[in-house]
Each structure stands twice: as C-alpha cells, then as structure tokens.
C-alpha cells in the first residue's frame, strides 16, 4: 500500500494565497513536510481554477516538482488546467481522476490516452451520486473499464476508487464493510489485478472528536490494505495512521518481517 | 468481535503463588481489572495443573466467578481439571481447546459433548504442528468439523482458532495473511456460520521493541475483524489495541453508527 498526502489543497486560505501571488515558498514547505511525513505521492487539489487555469496548474505542477519527484496525483475537473499540468509533470502523474458523468467521459479521460497515463476512476454515478450497495459498485466498475477501452487506453492505466461514505451518513459504515468486499472481488470483476485508491479522510468528514477520528481511521485503512487497496489517499501528518500503515505492510507486503519495517 | 482476556495465566509467578496458597484475591483483583478494561470473556490458563487438578481448577472457576459473571475459557489440556471446571461453573464456559491430536479427541471433546458447551479446536496437526498453508488449515477445520459431528456435538459448538503465526517465523507474516482468507472462507467451507477466535497476541511472540509490537497488533486486529473474526483473545490491559477493537465493531456491526460507540 503506497500513501499518498491529500495535504496540498488549494481550498486551504494559506495555500491559496501562494497561489494567488504564485508564490512557492509556503506549497514547497507543504510538500516537503509531506514527504518527510512518508508520503510516496502528492495529490495536487488544486480544486476548478476557474482564472488563468493552465498558468496556475504549470505554477503548481512545477513548484511540487522542484522539490521532490514522487508521482503526482493531478486533481482537478477543470480539463484545460489538467492538460496543462499533464504537460508539465516531468515523472507521469496519474489523474484524479474521472467518472461515467458525461462531461469528464468527454474532456477528462481522454487526456489519460493523449498522455498515456494512469487515471483514477470513481465508483460514482454519472449524476454524481454515490452507489449505495456492492453490486451498483461493481457495475460502476465495469462501465469506467469499458469506457477506458473505448478511447483505447490500456485497460491497466484504470485505478478504481470505490469513494469512501462518512460514517456520519445513512448506512456510511455498511457502505464501508462493502467497499472492502468491492476492493477485494475487483481484480476477479475485471479480469486483471485492478490497482485501488481511497481517500481515508472521507471516513470521517463531518463532526466528532478528532481523536476518535483518528482512532477510526486508524482502525479501516489496515481493513483497506487487506482487502489489497494498492494506494491510500490520506492526510500524511496523521503520524500513528502513516504508522499503522507501514504495519499492515509488514504484514502483508514484506516476504521477509523484520522489525525494522515499522 | 468480542473481547476475551487472556491474562490469567497461571505460569505468571504472582498468580501461581495465589493458586498454590489458593488465596484468591489476587486473581479476584487481576479480573476485575480485565473487566474494567473490557473483557467480555475470560480465559483461565491455567497450564496442566498435574498436581490436584480438580481442586485447583475448581478453585479458580469459583474464584473468577466470585467478581463477574462473563463466560469463561477452560484453557488446560488436563480433562481432569477441565471436567472439574465445567461442572463448577455457573455460566456456559467455553473449553479451550481441541485439536486432531488422539489424545484430545479421546479425553476433550468428549467434555464438550458431556456439559453441552462450546468447544475451540485449533487448526494443528494431530502432532501439534502448524499446517503452512490456507489450504492445509481448511482441511483441518473439515477434520474437526467431522470430529465433532462423530461426538454428536451439534456443530454451532465448534469455534475455529486458526493459530496466529508469530511474526518472526519463517513465513510467519505469510501465513497470518492467509489465516485472514481462512477466517473469511470457513462458514462457506462448513456451510454455518463458524465462529472463530484468535489468540492476537502470538502474532508478537519473541524479541521486538514493545511500541512496535503494539502497533503490529493494532494493525492485524481489524484486519481479523473484518475477515469475520468472533472473538479476539488478546492482552485486555493494551488500552490502544482495545479501543481499536472498538472501533472497529462500530465501522464493522453497530447498524447506526454513533461516536459514542467508540
């Protein structure tokens, strides 16, 4: 299981701010905490960037890479921003990501093909909804790979992400058991050994006491990396959860344990 | 998941000198402490006890009983003192265990059979080795499943325990993840739906720094949990390891979530 820090968020004030007066300090000091932190990958949330998209992208894309060159995950729905960025990133990014809604089937994956890069693809409904049980999961699953296949992108570049309920909705922790099980059976669904991506923070969006936040977390990602979750998308300065997770890896990655794994 | 204790170990000097001198408050104080902390079961190791066995067994059921009234595991291989115990205690115990070794299917499962209680059996071969494989573990879990069907036992009696691997062996985390499909594929297997217990704490058996030991624990329990584990028989005073326990019934069985179930 790889981490990946879902820290640089441009709905941050500080960090939009840095953006506003493309000023590379504050993100550069963001992303090398990240990096120390354990992250493995760095998803730019660079939210629409509805002004002056591929300027602010390349400011962004270039002002990560000068300080580490972990793969980027580029996270945007704005596609002019996304091939801007795609154009910049020195090491492939992955996209982040598309779903069956027509405008990114039209505008998103396609940049996947035209890059030839991976792209994440979320277990949504076209309208955005999310499915309720495992089945509507796994048929979501098999739509996004057949759209992958229709603009000829090697079905390979496809990671799922199955789109974590918060515990605080109706059935989120049902939701949540079955997303295990939609992990797990996905790589039989789809014939090869689909890599998987879920964002950890959504388990806890909402209210409730930041250490029982945790604490839950703490508990669904080493459920996640059993079930074979190939990427966790996380806030990486949660230290104890960046540590439970080099666990799990001890556990289920490493032929041979040594102690000094963890 | 429910919780059993597994601190009352009678190789522990302070509680074999209470058993010796049959004082019983300090096994009175170290239960009532297991509950305090969330046992919901408690295992009475009480070793072979080749010395007065029904006396002694005797005087620790009574003695455990006196502070609370959670069921008990009867975790001796002597059927002397386990029949003692079963005929003394006042709520359905648990014997802990079985396996396909002669001598326990002559003189233990009998037991079961005779005060109509659950009964563990453990995933070994009948010599007491460890089987490597998930393969291997699930015919041994048929073996017991017939052995129990021979003693007209109805077989909901049958909990599994796969027997966690220490982590330093060789394979040890390769079979740990294996005993996780093995969890998850027994009520297919059996065609019921098996109960299972582990015992959490070999998986840190040996050397390692006591910190990292603890996060291995709290890494593999909700993997346990999630594959379908019953009960998780661990070190009940590992305050973190339980309150991960808890999270994970809350992510894994309360139909409405709740904060406060954590």
């Known amino acids: 299981m790889i981490l990946a820090a879902d820290n640089l968020q441009i709905t941050h004030p500080e960090l939009a701010k840095a953006l506003d007066e493309m000023n ?8 090398k905490n990240c990096i120390t932190a354990g ?12 002004r002056e998209p591929e300027r602010k992208m390349r400011f962004l894309v270039e002002t990560v890479q000068s300080v580490t060159d972990v793969p980027l995950l580029l996270d945007t729905a704005n596609p002019r921003a996304l091939a801007a960025g795609l154009a910049t990133a020195i090491h492939p990014p992955i996209i982040n990501g598309f779903s069956m809604e027509p405008v990114k089937l039209e505008k998103i994956l396609p940049l996947a093909k035209k890059y030839d890069t991976d792209i994440i693809g979320y277990l ?8 309720r049980g495992e089945v509507e999961r796994m048929e979501i699953a098999v739509a996004l790979f057949e759209a992958v296949q229709k603009v000829s992108l090697c079905p390979d ?49 909402g209210r409730g006491n930041y250490e029982k936040k945790l604490l839950l977390e703490q508990a669904y990602l080493p459920m996640l990396a059993a079930s074979g979750l190939s990427v966790a998308l996380l806030n990486i300065f949660h230290a104890k959860t960046v540590q439970v997770a080099k666990a799990c890896n001890a556990l289920l990655n490493d032929p041979i344990f040594t102690w000094e794994g963890i």
């Open 39 to 50: 992250a493995q990958m760095i998803d730019i949330n660079s939210g629409p960037l509805t």
């Open 124 to 131: 949504l409904y076209p309208h955005g909804q999310v499915p």
């Open 157 to 205: 570049r496809l990671i799922i992400d199955p789109i974590i309920a918060p515990v605080l909705w109706e059935n989120g922790t049902l939701q949540d058991a079955g997303i295990l099980n939609v992990i797990r059976r996905l790589p039989d669904l789809l014939g090869y050994p689909v890599r998987t991506i879920a964002g950890v923070s959504n388990l806890t969006t």
């Open 24 to 31: 590379p300090a504050p993100i550069q000091s963001l992303v």
